[in-house]
């Protein structure tokens, strides 16, 4: 017998039902985490019990600040800014929500976004989820900026265009001075500087305040050893900021990943150096490591990752898997438009990389071959 269709179906909206959620593959007890760009290092144990000092002061029956104000100050004294103008979100994924939903446009005149193509997943997913067009402005095959397309594309009026820089998936920097043009010759488009991954360039920021009237400026705690608190902000121009504070919820960081946050900010920003200077040196090896591969040809790499592009295009997919098999975990990107035959790897810490030396210096000869090896 099968379930009848639920009456309620003809509410759902046409563009929710056709999507996919964003999910991640279950793996049991992997050797080596080197597909999801976390900061690889973990805190020292002296870490944990100035975190643990600061949790006994935390009133767990009581709402966190409404908007994280201590922790905005923190922000906005790193970057010369307003408080005010700080957003916080759990995770930059509700900072990009917060950004569509406010600038969405009208019933009458919805808003379209433009995001460069291939980059991070979720400006897309989340703009399609609320309804809104997405056009993408594919990358050279270097990875890089076409500002000939990015033009003609942003003449059409977008109302927001994201830059990821550095660039997940490719890890590539793309030209601050193409983007700064693009910024003066569009103003009635907020651009998105979105440096999530920027900790691993050092001294390639754009940020500069005072903020341009149609400039965000978006970074994350998750690449630089927080991934577990799930705390994204934004820094907006006055009005945008306020716009940004309607459409949040309130009460939207727990006062437990706030207290975490403050704490590891202000006590431990040697240790959090640390952690990043290691994974910059890490990615040197890893760089070097993939480039050894037969038919590898491997990207500039400028955040805490690798790619490396094969000939075959098929090798990657084969590549990942025999990792898999290994309990080595990375991420084969030959679905996504623009990157067939490239494989992203993740720095991880020294002998989560010695793993994957030694997986790759065992590979099987088969796997190279352009003749057709299946996998069930």
Request: charged share 15%; net charge neutral; glycine share 6%.
């Amino acid at each position: 017998m099968t379930n009848p269709t639920p009456a309620w179906l003809r509410h759902l909206r046409p563009e929710v039902a056709a999507m996919d959620h964003y999910s991640a593959p279950h793996t049991v007890a992997p050797r080596a985490r080197l597909h999801a760009n976390e900061c690889p290092y973990p805190w020292p144990a002296h870490v944990f019990d100035g975190i643990a000092e600061a949790l006994r002061n935390v009133e767990l029956e009581r709402y966190p600040d409404i908007s994280g104000r201590r922790l905005r100050e923190l922000v906005a004294t790193r970057h010369g800014c307003e408080p005010s103008q700080v957003i916080l979100g759990n995770g930059s994924d509700e900072v990009i929500s917060l950004l569509l939903i406010a600038l969405a446009g009208t019933h009458q005149q919805p808003s379209h976004i433009l995001t460069p193509s291939p980059t991070f997943v979720m400006y897309s997913h989340s703009a399609q989820v609320l309804g809104l067009q997405v056009r993408h402005v594919p990358l050279t095959r270097n990875f890089e900026l076409d500002p000939g397309a990015m033009h003609a594309a942003l003449k059409q009026g977008p109302a927001l265009c994201f830059f990821a820089r550095p660039n997940n998936p490719t890890s590539s920097l793309w030209s601050a001075e193409v983007i700064a043009e693009l910024m003066a010759s569009y103003p009635a488009t907020v651009f998105v500087i979105d440096e999530a991954y920027g900790a691993y360039a050092p001294g390639t920021s754009m940020w500069q305040p005072p903020v341009r009237q149609n400039h965000v400026h978006m970074g994350t705690l998750s690449k630089v050893g927080m991934a577990a608190l799930r705390l994204g902000y934004c820094i907006a121009p006055p009005r945008l900021a306020t716009a940004l504070n309607v459409v949040r919820h309130p009460y939207n960081i727990s006062q437990t990943s706030l207290a975490i946050a403050e704490t590891l900010l202000t006590r431990y920003e040697d240790v959090q150096r640390d952690m990043i200077n290691k994974t910059i040196a890490g990615r040197e090896r890893l760089a070097a490591m993939l480039a050894t591969l037969p038919g590898a040809e491997v990207m500039p790499a400028h955040a805490n990752l690798v790619v490396a592009r094969f000939a075959n295009a098929a090798v990657s997919t084969r590549l990942q898997r025999y990792l898999y098999e290994q309990r080595i975990l990375v991420k084969d990107l030959s679905k996504y438009p623009g990157l067939a035959g490239c494989l992203r790897v993740s720095v991880g810490v020294e002998h989560e990389l010695d793993l994957l030396q030694q997986a790759l210096q065992q590979v099987p000869a088969e796997l190279w071959s352009p003749s057709d090896c299946t996998y069930n």
